[in-house]
């Protein structure tokens, strides 16, 4: 029974651990928040321009019925970097298509 409810306290503890979802959001150097599924715009009236701004178009592949892969277009990826303050690491956010996936906390200076 000990053994079980540690289990379940365990699964809780990770469940609503803030480092299970810190990725989502971020804090601009202005102090607004951002969150993943947000637009480009967005992000720009928010936290300004970025320190800088890479992209590339990626090819998006499917599975055949034949079990190979076939590209049927491509999408745009951009990730940009902001600097977030004195004493916070650099974020880097990543887009498709103009719309926030992901948010990276970039850890060596």
């Known amino acids: 029974m000990k053994r079980q409810l540690y289990g379940l306290c365990l699964l809780a503890f990770f469940t609503v651990s803030p480092d299970a979802y810190a990725d989502d959001t971020t ?13 480009d715009a967005e992000i720009v009236a928010r936290c300004g321009e970025p320190k800088s701004r890479t992209g590339e178009d990626v090819p998006v592949r499917v599975r055949t019925a034949a079990g190979g892969t076939a590209v049927i277009g491509t999408t745009r990826v951009e990730r ?6 004195q004493g916070q690491f650099d ?19």
């Open 27 to 39: 804090r601009c150097r202005t102090g607004r928040i951002v969150r993943v599924g947000m637009v």
């Open 80 to 85: 940009w970097i902001y600097e977030r303050g």
């Open 91 to 109: 974020a880097q956010l990543t887009f498709e298509d103009g719309k926030l996936v992901d948010i990276e906390l970039l850890v060596k200076r």
